[in-house]
């Protein structure tokens, strides 16, 4: 988590779940959320277009498209997949006061 964000941003929010019995890769399954919210306030049109880019199930803004080009991400692990989105969300941050984002859950498998 980043202490002072810079909106828009996206950031991994961490560890969820680990399975340790994977039964289809043999490893581990870790659940992490990715959480995201917009540089301008709820009531935005702007920062609603944003989400909704960053929510579509396609195109250069999505977040799942994005993630799933390289399931691998370079090597690094053998698989995921994005699960799910919480749609729109309304997250205060201090700072900055209410913004609209999303969060996302993602499986990752070692």
Do not use: C
């Amino acid at each position: 988590m980043v202490a002072a964000p810079n909106p828009p941003t996206l950031w991994v929010m961490g560890l969820d779940e680990v399975d340790y019995h994977t039964e289809s890769t043999g490893g581990a399954r870790w659940r992490f959320i990715i959480q995201g919210f917009a540089s301008t306030g709820v009531g935005s049109v702007e920062a609603q277009d944003i989400v909704d880019g960053w929510i579509s199930n396609e195109g250069a803004l999505s977040v799942k498209a994005a993630l799933e080009d390289d399931p691998t991400l370079g090597g690094l692990v053998d698989d995921l997949i994005v699960r799910s989105s919480s749609g729109h969300l309304v997250f205060v941050i201090p700072e900055l006061g209410g913004r609209v984002g999303s969060d996302w859950t993602v499986d990752v498998y070692t």
